[in-house]
Nanobody, 119 residues
Framework: QVHLVESGGGLVQAGGSLRLSCAASGSIFSINTMGWYRQAPGKQRELVADITSGGSTNYTDSVKGRFTIYRDNAKNTVTLQMNSLKPEDTAVYYC?????????????WGQGTQVTVSS
């Protein structure tokens, strides 16, 4: 089986920082793009940031300059460093990865981790 396990969510005051980590494990032959999505109550899930296997990054406009995504290909991990957090960043954050497993590429999701930013 393949798992994406997230950690690092929690409650923080506005202006604070949190770091989310995600580790992929299982029978993984290769990993393509890894990323973080978030879903706030009553809203659709949206891309926050992603990073290709070559290290190219992409951020949604609202987090540019505040969030940084990076990955460790040797450890199959992706991390989202979130600084200058705002109440509107409150959401459940999901790790996502394109994984080559048993000859097939598929999209996998973590279970989600809650981030709450108080004003």
């Amino acid at each position: 089986q393949v798992h994406l396990v997230e950690s690092g969510g929690g409650l923080v005051q506005a202006g604070g920082s949190l770091r989310l980590s995600c580790a992929a494990s299982g029978s993984i032959f290769s990993i393509n793009t890894m990323g973080w999505y978030r879903q706030a109550p009553g809203k659709q899930r949206e891309l926050v940031a992603d990073i290709t296997s070559g290290g190219s990054t992409n951020y949604t406009d609202s987090v540019k300059g505040r969030f940084t995504i990076y990955r460790d290909n040797a450890k199959n991990t992706v991390t989202l460093q979130m600084n200058s957090l705002k109440p509107e960043d409150t959401a459940v954050y999901y790790c996502n990865a394109g994984l080559l497993v048993r000859g097939n590429w598929n999209n996998y999701w973590g279970q989600g981790t809650q981030v709450t930013v108080s004003s």
